[in-house]
């Protein structure tokens, strides 16, 4: 599988060749006049938005092509499972932020998880408050995490350590923190993320894009830092 990161939370991920593999998937689409990163030119089968009413992480109209779509906060509202494009998603609901009035919006969004390549992958969505018990659980025996890694506007990056401590994913790719492109100055740079593990524990991509495949996925919880697509 290959993966790009655009930027903010939006990624591309594209599945092995073979006989069946599966869709192509892009994550949580930004209106680029907001967040700064570029316009995503790339298309997909599917996108994943986490919430509709949040430019930063909605914007699947902007996506070319016509993918299908799925919104993981109705996903979330509606039973927890949804499929499109031959992809399973699963979804939990979240709050934007701490003390957030619980299922009103706007602010509420999903996170989600789904198996693409034979490998589990759960994206944070936009949450900012102090994750539940059951949303910790909904992390467990993930291979790949797509963590919010700048604190402040999310979640607290001692409230996401609580739960990587605990679900314990095999590899985390940090995403929504601050870059020299980034426009909210107000969250944090990777290195406050990144203080919270062992030098030996983290690998840079120098890039972009990675290609991970099952047998990359490690025993014990790495963390892979990538670069946004310019």
């Not at 790339?42 to 430019?55: F, G, R, T």
């Not at 799925?70 to 932020?97: D, F, H, K, M, P």
């Amino acid at each position: 599988m290959q993966i790009t990161w655009f930027g903010h939370a939006a990624f591309k991920l594209s599945p092995s060749e073979g006989p069946a593999p599966g869709p192509s998937v892009i994550t949580d689409p930004y209106t680029p006049e907001g967040v700064g990163y570029a316009p995503i030119r790339e298309s997909a089968d599917l996108v994943i938005i986490s919430s509709d009413d949040d430019s930063a992480h909605c914007r699947a109209d902007l996506i070319p092509g016509a993918p299908a779509v799925l919104n993981a906060l109705e996903i979330a509202q509606s039973g927890g499972r949804a499929e499109a494009a031959g992809l399973t998603v699963t979804a939990i609901e979240a709050a934007e932020w701490d003390h957030h009035p619980e299922h009103e919006v706007p602010g509420q969004n999903g996170m989600y998880r789904f198996e693409l390549d034979g490998i589990k992958c759960a994206h944070m969505g936009d949450v900012g408050n102090p994750l539940t018990d059951a949303q910790i659980a909904f992390f467990e025996d993930v291979d790949i995490l797509f963590a919010l890694a700048g604190g402040y506007l999310t979640i607290e990056l001692p409230d996401l350590m609580k739960m990587i401590h605990r679900a314990r994913p095999k590899l985390i790719i940090p995403m929504h923190f601050r870059t020299l492109t980034y426009r909210p100055r107000n969250t944090m740079w990777i290195e406050s993320f990144l203080s919270h593990f062992k030098d030996e524990d983290v690998d840079f991509a120098f890039g972009p894009t990675a290609n991970i495949s099952k047998e990359d996925i490690p025993d014990a919880t790495r963390v892979l830092v990538m670069d946004y697509l310019r």
